[in-house]
């Protein structure tokens, strides 16, 4: 009834008039109670701050550990690479200087090899002592035509691929020089020249 005298209404004459209004009055302000009380209980949950459920926190944990595992196992993966790749690199830095030892080694011996084995082919072949001077010597012409070049065709194509083909080529002149000699002297000639132009490539590519 104060609800609804407050709204304006005049409570209407008679008896029954009067208790239409009483039920009415009644039925608004249960209803404007139940409105305020609504609102109450609303504007207290949002000022409420929400609380992070259990299971969500459980979640965002595991999340960030399964990350943190992964971290680690990269980690160690690439701990374990970064060795072996050192390991690999001392073993080959180990093998390229056995080879170029080895290398440095035939070479030097199919150099003086000749210097032992002239006297009794000298004997076989009749050769003078100006022939054998002769094909001493013709080892250092490809020698001294090819030191230079071998550096500057290591530098372009690589030492390991000039290193082979000058191994090769002085080890080719040199398999092949007693066949040479029973041929001629000039052909032996040529094999010596072909032994030194290995050996002139060889330094600058080792």
């Known amino acids: 009834y104060i609800s609804l005298h407050s709204k ?4 209407p004459s008679g008896p029954r008039h009067g208790a239409s209004a009483v039920h009415s009055a009644s039925r608004w302000s249960v209803s404007t109670c139940a409105s305020v009380a609504c609102f109450a209980v609303a504007k207290k949950l949002r000022s409420k701050p929400c609380k992070p459920q259990l299971g969500t926190c459980r979640v965002q944990d595991s999340v960030r550990l399964h990350a943190l595992k992964a971290d680690t196992v ?34 030097q011996m199919d150099k003086v090899n000749l210097s032992v084995a002239i006297i009794p082919m000298a004997a076989q072949y009749g ?17 001294a035509a090819t030191t230079i070049i071998g550096g500057v065709l290591a530098k372009e194509y690589g030492g390991k691929n000039i290193l082979l083909a000058a191994v090769t080529l002085f080890s080719s002149g040199t398999l092949i020089g007693p066949l040479a000699a029973s041929v001629s002297t000039e052909a032996l000639i040529c094999t010596r020249v072909l032994v030194g132009i290995g050996e002139g490539l060889a330094p600058g590519a080792a």
Do not use: H, K
Not at 8 to 11: A, T
């Open 8 to 11: 304006g209404f005049s409570r």
């Open 74 to 107: 990269e980690n160690t993966e690439t701990t374990a690479l970064s060795s072996n790749a050192g390991e690999d690199e001392s073993e080959d830095r180990f093998l390229m200087v056995v080879l170029v030892a080895t290398a440095y080694v035939i070479w």
């Open 127 to 143: 050769w003078d002592p100006a022939q054998c001077g002769l094909i001493q010597s013709s080892l250092f012409w490809g020698y």
